[in-house]
Structures are given as C-alpha cells and as structure tokens.
C-alpha cells in the first residue's frame, strides 16, 4: 500500500518552522478580518453621511413634494412610499442611526422618524438599487450587475404628512484592503520572524545532530574526544551529561574487559591440562569423546568471550572492499565450491573492523553449510548499506522460529546434538557484530525452500 503524503514534517526544525508559519498566517488573517470589519465600518458612516447630505438638499428644495420628481443621480437613488419599507436581509445600525436622527430632526421638524440598515444591494426594490456613476456603465447590463454584488445603506425618513422617503447608496468596499500591500506585509513578516527563528533553531539543532550521530554509532570503541558542549545551556548540559555518561560506560567495558580476559585465562589453562591428560587415557573411543567435550568447552568458551566483548573492540575501522572480505571468507569454509559467490559489478567498500566482520561471514556461511550443504552468496550496495545476502537449500525455519533463533543458545532444531554441532551463539554474535557496524541481520524463509540470511552494515 503506498504511503499518503506526510504533512507534518519529521524533523525539529520542520516542525518548529510549519507551526510558526501557520501561527502567523492565522494571525495575519485574524487581523485582515479586524481591520477589513474597521474599514467597512468607515465605508458605511461614508455612505450614510452621503446619503444625507443628498437628502437633506431634497428637503431644502422641497425634492419632497408629490408635485417634484426627484432627481435622479445615479449615486443615490430615491423613492417614496405610503408606508415603511422592510427590506429582507438588511440590519439596522441603532447608534449610527440615532447619530443622523439628531441631526436632521434638529433641522427638518418634519422629519419624523429616521431609519438607518445595511444589507445586500441584490435585496433592494429595482428603484433603490444603485448603479455606476458613469453614464456609459449603465447601459452595460454585465457591470450593472458586477456593480450591485455587494452591499448598500438604507436611510428611511417619515414624514410629516406620513409618506416615507427612503434613499440608498453603495457602500464602497472594493481597494478598502488592498491585496499587493497585504501581501508584502504579509512576506515581511514572514522574513523577519522566520529567518531569526531558523538561525536560532539550527544553533541549537546542530549540536542535538551531532549527539544524535554519537549515540547512533555507540557500541564499539572509539577514540574520539569527548563532544563539545555546544547551543544554548539546556543542550550545552545535555552534552555535558552525555560525555560523563560515556566516560562510565567506557571505564565499566574496560573493567569488564579485563574481568573476563582474567577469566577465560583461568578457564583456559585447566582445559589445557586436561587435553593433555586426555592423552594418558588407552581407551580410543573414551579419548577421542573425551577430547570432543574439552573442544566443545573452549569453542563455547571464545564465543561468550567474543560476544561480551562487543561492546568494547580493540581493533580500528578499516575501509575495506566487502566483495573480497566474502570470496576471502567463502574460500576458507568451501573450497569445494559449495559457496557460491555472485560476481559484483561494483566495489562495495565500507569502514568496518574485518576480523569481526569474518567471524560474522564465518557463523552465517556455516550454518549455510551445516544444513543446506551448499548456498549462494551476493554482495550488494546502495550508498548507505551494504547488503549481503547468503541463500542455502536446506529445509528453512518454522517462521514462529526464526525471531527465536537470535537469542543465545537458541537452535532451529529441539536437540543439541554432535552430529549438527554448534554452540548456539553464531547468529546472536552475527547480528551484533552486524549492529555495532551500523546494520542488522535478517533472516528469512525462501517461496523456492531454504533459508535467506541478509547481513547489511552501514557504509
């Protein structure tokens, strides 16, 4: 199944940079709204305020009486009717209303009563509705009808003899915010807070990179010096923390280093003397048993020592041809050609420690051998990995088995018996000898029968 799109970024920095983009851009929003609500406000006392003007220079000239037509002026349009006009979808604005009934009743006594509502143009009576100013507009029903989309002021006025003059005009929205200027605002903030934040970010993302990289290749020696403490305090204590956690474990891999070498120097000089006094016993088959157990002793001997040793190797890095290091190894366990090795078209080359690594190639191949009796071998690289990939003929793994198969002493069969050998620590060594590289092992079952072993390490 693919995967969907990722949104959300992985990283820190993504993260930490897409929620303050989203941050301002809401809040720009919020204040084009506030600001866009402000200037309308303006826009509609500009109407009003036209409006009365345009009729209180009716009533002055009597433009009210039934005997007059009223002017027409095509930005304000007049109409008189018998009783009050209730258009549908406009909204009465009570202060602003109030404001221009005190100042025409203070003048016109017979002015009645004043109503002042805004709402859509498209609601207005074909009479009241506005239009353009300009002569040519209106025979061009297209921008008549462009014009009218927005909204206008209603302004009702009843009189004294009980008629009502009511007068409307466009409410002039359009360049109230205009969009280039928002805009660049918009982008200036954007590069004065965004720029900033990045550099502070990457101050502080930088040292938490290189600490990450260091506990990612944790778990073999190295002599590098302890990282320096770097960003702001909170990281620089980090760092500090981590390299006095790294001197602990460093100082207890030595001492347990030195603990174990003690102890299989112990273990191995009464081993030794029994091998020689093997040699006294006149009983061949009692001998040879005898000698088989003793070798048995020491094989599981090394292997615990070499898998308690991992975490602290000795032995430096090397760039080395992977290609070779497998032919090397296939050549040592096969020379009957049982090992098949693929002929790569690349130099596969990665800096690893390569006695560890042969001791991993040798644990994978054996078992290749011990129960598939011959296997294919292929080395191949992609610029981060290295991948090689063993494939015996023998009878696989029951798959609830194969995670199991990684634990020490594990073994794909019930019995440990002679005649298969082994310690059951090849692949518990193999895969962590994989890991401090960088990598892992993998095993699975093949659709054609066998068994597939990928050992990868990071190049």
Same mark, same amino acid.
């Given at each position: ?5 990722? +949104? ?15 941050g ?11 600001? !866009? /609500? ?12 036209? +409006? ?9 000239f ?7 037509? %009223?002017?027409?002026? *095509? ?30 009743q203070?003048? !016109?006594?017979e ?20 239009? *353009? ?13 462009? !014009?009218?989309?927005?909204?206008a ?26 969009q ?15 720029? *900033?934040?990045?550099l ?14 260091? %506990? ?7 002599? /590098? ?10 990281v ?18 030595? /001492?347990? #280093? ?7 120097? =112990? &273990? ?33 001997? #090394? ?15 090397? &760039?080395? =041809? ?7 190894v296939?050549d040592?366990?096969?020379?009957? =050609?049982?090992?098949a ?29 011990? !129960?598939?009796?011959?296997? =294919?071998?292929?080395?191949?690289? #992609? ?35 002679r ?13 962590a ?6 990598? #892992?092992? +993998? ?8 068994l ?8």
């Amino acid at each position: 199944m693919a995967r969907g799109l990722r +949104i959300v970024p992985k990283t820190l920095t993504g993260r930490i940079m897409l929620v303050t983009a989203l941050g301002i851009f809401l809040v720009q929003g919020i204040n084009s709204f506030i600001r !866009y /609500e402000a200037m309308k406000g303006r826009a509609v006392v500009e109407a009003s305020s036209l +409006i009365v003007a345009v009729t209180a220079n009716r009533l002055d000239f009597g433009a009210i009486e039934p005997s007059r037509p %009223l002017e027409r002026r *095509p930005a304000v349009r007049t109409m008189r009717s018998t009783a009050p006009l209730v258009v549908e979808g406009f909204t009465t604005t009570e202060e602003l209303a109030q404001r221009v009934a005190m100042h025409l009743q203070s003048v !016109y006594p017979e002015v009645q009563a004043v109503r002042l509502s805004v709402g859509p143009i498209r609601n207005l009576p074909e009479q009241l509705k506005p239009r *353009p100013r300009h002569m040519h507009a209106i025979r061009r029903p297209d921008i008549i009808e462009r !014009y009218r989309r927005g909204e206008a002021a209603l302004l009702s006025l009843k009189l004294a003899d009980g008629s009502w003059l009511h007068s409307t005009t466009k409410i002039r929205t359009r360049g109230m915010l205009p969009q280039w200027p928002l805009l660049i605002e918009t982008l200036l903030i954007y590069i004065g807070v965004l720029i *900033p934040l990045l550099l502070v970010i990457r101050q502080m993302s930088k040292p938490l990179q290189q600490l990450n990289n260091r %506990l990612s290749n944790a778990g073999l020696a190295s002599d /590098e010096p302890p990282l320096e403490p770097r960003g702001p305090d909170d990281v620089r204590s980090l760092i500090e923390s981590f390299n006095a956690a790294e001197q602990r474990v460093n100082a207890m891999l030595t /001492e347990k #280093d030195v603990m174990l070498g003690a102890i299989g120097h =112990d &273990l191995k000089t009464p081993l030794a003397s029994l091998r020689v006094r093997i040699e006294s016993v006149e009983d061949e088959d009692e001998r040879a048993k005898m000698a088989t157990t003793v070798e048995e002793m020491v094989q599981i001997l #090394d292997d615990i020592l070499i898998l308690a040793r991992l975490g602290k190797s000795s032995e430096t890095p090397v &760039l080395t =041809d992977l290609s070779a290091l497998v032919e090397m190894v296939a050549d040592e366990l096969g020379p009957d =050609d049982r090992l098949a090795v693929a002929e790569s078209a690349e130099k596969c080359r990665a800096m690893v420690r390569p006695v560890l690594l042969r001791r991993a190639l040798r644990n994978l191949m054996g078992n290749a051998l011990k !129960y598939g009796g011959r296997a =294919d071998i292929a080395v191949r690289c #992609d610029g981060t990995f290295v991948a090689i990939t063993i494939e015996d003929e023998g009878p696989g793994v029951a798959a609830d088995q194969l995670t199991g198969l990684f634990e020490p002493f594990a073994r794909a069969e019930n019995s440990r018996n002679r005649a298969s050998g082994g310690t059951g620590l090849g692949l518990t060594i193999a895969r962590a000898i994989a890991r401090a590289h960088g990598g #892992d092992v +993998i095993l699975e079952n093949r659709s054609e029968g066998g068994l597939r072993a990928i050992l990868r390490v990071r190049q």
